[in-house]
């Protein structure tokens, strides 16, 4: 029936797979997924109608189905700058240690970082994610390895010169060429302008336009510290979000991360806009930026909220599960209420909001939708008892309790098993030795 006879086999995508007796929404199910990766079949008694056209039965007794989680901020390479400078002043952080270190980077450190990022997104439970840095056909190399879901963007910086406008546009433009040749349609290019006090006007009506023009996202740091607030009323008479209205970079296109230092005017155009937002409350509390993404200002305008880790270097992990618990916290902390952003919205975050955010489906596990799952080990202290197996996964699990990982129907992770572990890491750690070695040296 099948070439696939060892179960390692499992790694390579393109079979058939029932998950049989698996607790999804309260309820004991088996889940038919076809060879194409989609879901096929969804019901109490699956099994008996595919059990023998399946080429792979994976015993899900003992475990809790949930969508894959989606990171919707990330700058993957950064694993490699994880723990290399904490603790320190935002300015005297990026200025003497993450920037310096940077300008070092080749494209072969970007690889084996972002090869690191997808490692340990999918040995917690991520599926997808939306990344910006540099040497990005590199990293689409390495997410396409990896059997990930990716928008990727070449982080576009021009400080108003000319001159690098020009070849921050040729650099978008053959990314998003890159992208096109892969053929991968779990890969998409995205416009990058870093934030609006890094782009210039121009560019940043350069960018929307060719996010329209190529029908791509557009991802942006938004409004992250008060500091660049008040520099942009200074300079612009008018707040980040508005001048980002203003140069046409606010649509359902667009992904903006941080959010933190928004007012109640910005939010609703965010919201009649449809902007999708990427919240990174671990970032946002390490590097002291002194307020909460308005959540419920966000939610009433309607605008998209989801959740995302930030790079290796502000946060010091990839792990959403973590990312979880924090934004609940910060939200009920910060706006000093005890209801705001309970768990079940939170999760949503995570999947279904993440999912719309990058335009990889809706996020839930469904008929016909992309067989994006993960496995929960429900055996382990953390979800014991299980009263609420949302709650659990929110306030009480971190991503160590994730055991197994489907994207497209492709396992990635099998009993916590991900192929290639070993080289991974072993890589990474000798690239950023080196990459560290040669910032000394100068
Ligand atoms: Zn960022």
Redesign the pocket.
Known sequence: MNEYKEYSDIYRGGASILIAGVLLNGKTVDIFISADGKIEDLSENTRTVHRSDAEFIIDASGKIALPGLVNT?T?AAMTLLRGYADDMHLHEWLTEKIWPLEAHLTGEDVYWGTKLACLEMIKSGTVAFND?YFFMEDAARAVDETGMKAVLSHGFIDFGNEEKRDSEIASTKKLISYIKSMNNPRIKGAVGPHAPYTVSKDALEWCSAYSEEEDIKLHI?LSETEKEVNDCINEHAMRPAELLDKCNCLSSRTIA??CCWLDEKECRILGKKGVHVSH?PA?NMKLAVNRAMPYQWLKDAGANVTLGT??CSSNNNLDLSEEMKTAALLQKFYWNSDTLLPAGETLAMATSAGKKALGFGNGRIEQGEAADIILIDRNCACMTPLHNPVSNVVYSCNGNAVNTVICDGRVLMSEREVPGEEEILSRAEMVAESLVGRAKEE
Request: hydrophobic share 20%; glycine share 10%; charged share 10%.
């Open positions: 901020h700058h910006m740091h991360a941080h990174n970032s930030d790079g």
